[in-house]
Nanobody, 116 residues
């Protein structure tokens, strides 16, 4: 079955960095686009970034452009999100997502808290 497991979240000071990971299994990871989303406290789900199957094309929300970098390792079935220059407004639960067989699959999320 499809499984997505995020890790790498934590508490970081403003201006700091974190690298999130998403370990994927149960589907052909290298064949589909992958996405990161986040949900801040009391707010709806926000799309953060997407990367194509080959890993050579990516898109970002305006709120993170220039600070976050999405990448993937198809040999390791892993998705990453490098987050630099973090701001308090980046505080959220971060989720990776895929669509496989016309169904959406989400990980359990990893908490990122940006605070001094």
């Amino acid at each position: 079955q499809v499984q997505l497991v995020e890790s790498g979240g934590g508490l970081v000071q403003p201006g700091g960095s974190l690298r999130l990971s998403c370990a994927a299994s149960g589907f052909t990871f290298s064949s589909i686009e992958m996405r990161w989303y986040r949900q801040a406290p009391g707010k709806g789900l926000e799309w953060v970034s997407s990367i194509n199957a080959a890993g050579d094309s990516s898109r970002y929300a305006d709120s993170v452009k220039g600070r976050f970098t999405i990448s993937r390792d198809n040999a390791e079935n892993s998705l990453y999100l490098q987050m630099n220059s973090l701001k308090p407004e980046d505080t959220a639960v971060y989720y990776c997502k895929c669509t496989w067989g016309r169904l959406d699959y989400w990980g359990q999320g990893t908490q990122v808290t940006v605070s001094s």
